[in-house]
């Protein structure tokens, strides 16, 4: 039933466009043939000019000798600084559309949705002033631009004119005052403001305008196209009763993206209610429905399930063609209930982390986390790879939730615990009393997470050999083809990279990210460990603004290795915690004793064994070899000799005599 309602919309509103092509071809006939009476289509129409002093001025000129039976053209003083109350203003006295130049247009058509007609300047205007400016004998030509405007080829310009140009880019008339008071130029040339504040300051300057020619025929285009709006109304008419009283939800966008239609049903839907959506993109409203997305798919038309506001519903999306041409795209939108797949089912689905949750701004961190981001725009399955603890699972959730595919479900599966039937968990099933939606089904057009594949069964990767080759499925018991939609993150540990087959291995890291283990993230460790302290896992401690405390276990925490790093650095952070608490305002040097406490004295003494050799068999080293290594044993844990040739095994004196021996080669090697 579903599939007949939207193919019969997507029929009407085909229908609506060849309607309009027809009335478009009649109206312009019309047009051409009324414009010079003064009426267009007997219909009345109001246009408002933005106009800074001089343009006003001259702007006012002209619209005084226009002789308009059905166009009212309201003329506005407008500045930058004004924009916004000046276009509230006449939207409120029914214009309908704008004219504006220069710096006001840019403004305009950043800041607004509202119909504008932009004052014409091209190449030619430039080098006609810039032509002019070396006749008066200018030198040196300044050329304003402002600074929100496109770009222009200034070498172009100074290769015709023949005279040397200076570009001055601005964004206030302080700063553009400010410029112009220090340029070296001998004349400049600019829009209205520019011609203001140049004749302020006595220097020679040129209006870019053409005078009345380029004003009156953007005020001609500014009424033609309020004709076509006005006229487009009908088609908007028709539009609205097509889909006022139709059971599915209906919208309609361009091809620019941008929201021409749609009913309350959509709205509710998409969890949009009481917004004003007319003009704004669908693609940054609701990402997964994108225009963008739906065309680079190459499809005339796509039947997806989307997770939106909390509820799984049925998206049929369909071309809107002019001849060859794509004019937009019609979405027709019902809740599903074919399966059980309720808010309850989903919304545990979701990712919690963002970049801004991301601690440390080490060179290895920040390097990862902008590839991230990068990859997050991708469609393509991703691989993170990285030791235990390093923030796999947070850099997945980062990038799902940076996606286009954000509000989608995010999903994690352990394949570990994924038993031998793995289709019934992945695929679902509907076999009756067993009716279940499967995790892959569940994800939409979502993000998978998969961890422990090394521990993996086959029947799991007989399940993902069929969607990453074949990107569908059935359900166990189902006769209906299902779609695989998802993009899959998976996680990787070095030592699993062997346990699981090569070909799924390729197709999982079409894209892969490596992140930095803890030891080599430099003072990162040492904010993490402060961050984990003070508000994080360990709980409530007065260690808040501490810094004597930090710099007293710096020491500490860089030499560490933290062997499963995130993990291990929550894990002693908590004991770190209790000692401390127990230990009642400890000194500084207590402080130290508890944090080796909390790592552990051993692990502390193994790694330094394993970085200096030395001390794991002092009978065969030199004592030069020893000796570095007790320094180290000195500097980090605070030993005596006493207690260093006790952990050593080695006499006290013959520990004294290597590092006096030792002391005494190292001056005579510096004399």
């Given at each position: 039933m579903f599939d007949k309602m939207a193919e019969k919309c997507s029929i009407l509103f085909q229908f609506r466009v060849y309607l309009g092509r027809v009335e478009q071809k009649e109206r312009k006939k019309m047009l051409f043939r009324n414009i010079k009476g003064g009426n267009i289509l007997g219909n009345s129409y109001k246009i408002c000019f933005l106009g800074y002093r001089k343009l006003r001025e001259m702007a006012q000129q002209v619209i005084d000798k226009l002789n308009y039976q059905d166009t009212t053209v309201v003329m506005k003083e407008c500045a930058i600084e004004t924009l916004e109350q000046v276009v509230n203003e006449a939207d409120s006295e029914g214009c309908q559309v704008f004219v504006a130049g220069s710096a006001n247009a840019e403004e305009f058509k950043q800041r607004f949705s509202e119909h504008l007609v932009e004052l014409h300047i091209d190449m030619s205007d430039y080098v006609y002033c810039l032509c002019r400016a070396r006749d008066m004998g200018a030198r040196r030509v300044g050329v304003t631009i402002y600074r929100k405007s496109r770009q222009m080829n200034f070498e172009a310009l100074q290769e015709l004119a023949g005279i040397p140009i200076e570009p001055i880019y601005f964004e206030s008339e302080p700063e553009l005052t400010y410029l112009l008071e220090h340029t070296s130029c001998d004349c400049v040339i600019g829009a209205s403001l520019t011609v203001e504040v140049a004749e302020r300051l006595g220097l020679p300057c040129i209006l870019i305008y053409d005078g009345e020619y380029t004003i009156r025929t953007s005020i001609e285009r500014a009424r033609l196209l309020a004709a076509e709006l006005q006229a487009s109304s009908r088609k908007e008419a028709i539009t609205d009763a097509l889909v006022r009283d139709v059971p599915a939800g209906i919208i309609i966008t361009d091809e620019n993206d941008r929201i021409t239609t749609f009913n309350q049903q959509a709205k509710a839907l998409v969890g949009l209610q009481g917004r004003k959506l007319r003009g704004l993109e669908l693609g940054e409203l609701v990402p997964p429905l994108s225009y963008n997305t739906f065309y680079k798919s190459g499809q005339i038309k796509t039947d997806h399930i989307h997770l939106l506001n909390g509820t799984m519903v049925r998206c049929v999306q369909t071309q809107l063609q002019q001849?060859?041409?794509?004019?937009?795209?019609?979405?027709?939108?019902?809740?599903?209930?074919?399966?059980?797949?309720?808010?309850?089912?989903?919304?545990?689905?979701?990712?919690?982390?963002?970049?801004?949750?991301?601690?440390?701004?080490?060179?290895?961190?920040?390097?990862?986390?902008?590839?991230?981001?990068?990859?997050?725009?991708?469609?393509?399955?991703?691989?993170?790879?990285?030791?235990?603890?390093?923030?796999?699972?947070?850099?997945?959730?980062?990038?799902?939730?940076?996606?286009?595919?954000?509000?989608?479900?995010?999903?994690?599966?352990?394949?570990?615990?994924?038993?031998?039937?793995?289709?019934?968990?992945?695929?679902?099933?509907?076999?009756?009393?067993?009716?279940?939606?499967?995790?892959?089904?569940?994800?939409?057009?979502?993000?998978?997470?998969?961890?422990?594949?090394?521990?993996?069964?086959?029947?799991?990767?007989?399940?993902?050999?069929?969607?990453?080759?074949?990107?569908?499925?059935?359900?166990?018991?189902?006769?209906?083809?299902?779609?695989?939609?998802?993009?899959?993150?998976?996680?990787?540990?070095?030592?699993?990279?062997?346990?699981?087959?090569?070909?799924?291995?390729?197709?999982?890291?079409?894209?892969?990210?490596?992140?930095?283990?803890?030891?080599?993230?430099?003072?990162?460790?040492?904010?993490?460990?402060?961050?984990?302290?003070?508000?994080?896992?360990?709980?409530?401690?007065?260690?808040?603004?501490?810094?004597?405390?930090?710099?007293?276990?710096?020491?500490?925490?860089?030499?560490?290795?933290?062997?499963?790093?995130?993990?291990?650095?929550?894990?002693?952070?908590?004991?770190?915690?209790?000692?401390?608490?127990?230990?009642?305002?400890?000194?500084?040097?207590?402080?130290?004793?508890?944090?080796?406490?909390?790592?552990?004295?051993?692990?502390?003494?193994?790694?330094?064994?394993?970085?200096?050799?030395?001390?794991?068999?002092?009978?065969?080293?030199t004592p030069e070899a020893i000796v570095e290594g007790v320094a180290e044993m000195k500097r980090l844990l605070k030993y005596n000799d006493n207690t260093i040739a006790d952990k050593l095994g080695l006499g006290r004196t013959t520990l004294w005599r290597m590092q006096k021996k030792s002391g005494a080669a190292k001056a005579k090697k510096e004399e």
């Open positions: 001849g060859n041409r794509q004019v937009g795209m019609l979405i027709t939108m019902l809740p599903d209930s074919s399966r059980r797949k309720k808010t309850a089912d989903t919304q545990k689905f979701v990712a919690r982390h963002q970049w801004k949750d991301l601690v440390g701004d080490s060179v290895a961190i920040t390097q990862a986390m902008t590839a991230g981001k990068q990859l997050a725009q991708t469609e393509e399955h991703i691989m993170i790879l990285g030791e235990s603890g390093t923030g796999k699972s947070f850099f997945a959730q980062c990038i799902h939730q940076s996606s286009p595919h954000a509000s989608e479900p995010f999903v994690v599966i352990n394949a570990t615990v994924v038993g031998q039937d793995a289709s019934r968990t992945l695929f679902g099933s509907e076999e009756g009393a067993n009716d279940h939606a499967g995790l892959f089904e569940l994800a939409g057009n979502g993000t998978i997470v998969l961890q422990g594949l090394g521990g993996a069964s086959e029947s799991f990767f007989a399940c993902l050999r069929q969607v990453l080759v074949y990107h569908s499925f059935f359900s166990v018991g189902g006769t209906t083809l299902k779609v695989f939609q998802a993009r899959i993150i998976t996680l990787l540990e070095p030592e699993e990279a062997g346990r699981f087959p090569r070909e799924l291995r390729e197709m999982l890291s079409v894209f892969s990210l490596t992140l930095p283990p803890l030891r080599e993230r430099g003072d990162d460790v040492i904010e993490l460990f402060r961050i984990f302290a003070v508000r994080g896992e360990a709980g409530t401690v007065s260690l808040r603004g501490q810094k004597e405390l930090w710099k007293e276990l710096d020491e500490l925490l860089r030499f560490y290795a933290w062997p499963t790093n995130l993990i291990t650095l929550s894990a002693v952070v908590k004991r770190y915690v209790y000692l401390y608490r127990q230990a009642m305002n400890p000194s500084p040097g207590v402080k130290r004793q508890l944090l080796i406490k909390a790592i552990g004295e051993d692990e502390l003494l193994e790694q330094l064994r394993q970085e200096y050799p030395a001390l794991q068999d002092p009978a065969d080293s």
